[in-house]
């Protein structure tokens, strides 16, 4: 099963948190061909958000440079009526600024994310699209690496996931030692629950790749998260033809 995106001319405004999810949203908008006009990013002021995520939301304004996308921002003190208020708001200056008619959100199998996102771009009179929607979790991680994501965990919650998490690259490895921890634990692959937060370093459309040049992790013995406290840009190495 795979994305189900709508080959229509849209202007898309895309709920963006940094994370797998909402990268590969923009992605698929862009591959249906929609004109993503802006990215989304509320940024919670601490750990406990429903919607939003809480680490290194302040960093999607690299991701977006990346991706050559104009970013409205907001930061929110974490309550559910004030994130919905704050997308609402940061909607509203889309439809002014960018003339955007839809909303598209990463949303996979959260039906509570989902109908939130719907309900605020029904209030502006627009449509709300979920690619991801229903997709199998073990699917999207294995689509990362196959289209060329470099994805991160930044936060981990969830009994099986400890600090040696923080920081790690999702690539076979990580999903194969993930489906044991699913088997033990009934952690969901893609993270749905809550149980992970992730960062994209580089994907397909960004023009330039994330380096973190510092950070640091925190960690209570069964919450933690890898904070991003200085990152950059740097130029994507090219493959030189006829090179050994």
Known sequence: MGPHVERIDMKVAVVYSGGKDSTRAVYECLKAGY????????IPEAFGSYLFHYPNARWTKLQAEAMDLPLLSKEVSGAEDDELNALKFLLA????????????????ASVYQRSRFDKVASSLGLKCVNPLWGLDDEQILRDLIGLGFKTIVVGVSAAGL??????????????????KIKKKYGVNLSFEGGEAETFVLDAPMFKKRIEIVSSEVSWDGYIGFLLI???????????KVGST
Do not use: Q
């Open 35 to 42: 004109t993503v006009s802006c990215l989304l990013t509320i």
């Open 93 to 108: 200056d889309a439809v002014s600024k960018y003339s955007v008619d839809c909303l598209c959100s990463g949303a996979v």
């Open 229 to 239: 406290k200085d990152a950059k840009l740097v130029e994507k190495e090219s493959v």
């Open 162 to 179: 400890d600090s040696r998490w923080l920081g790690r690259v999702i690539d076979e490895d990580a999903i194969e030692e993930l489906k």
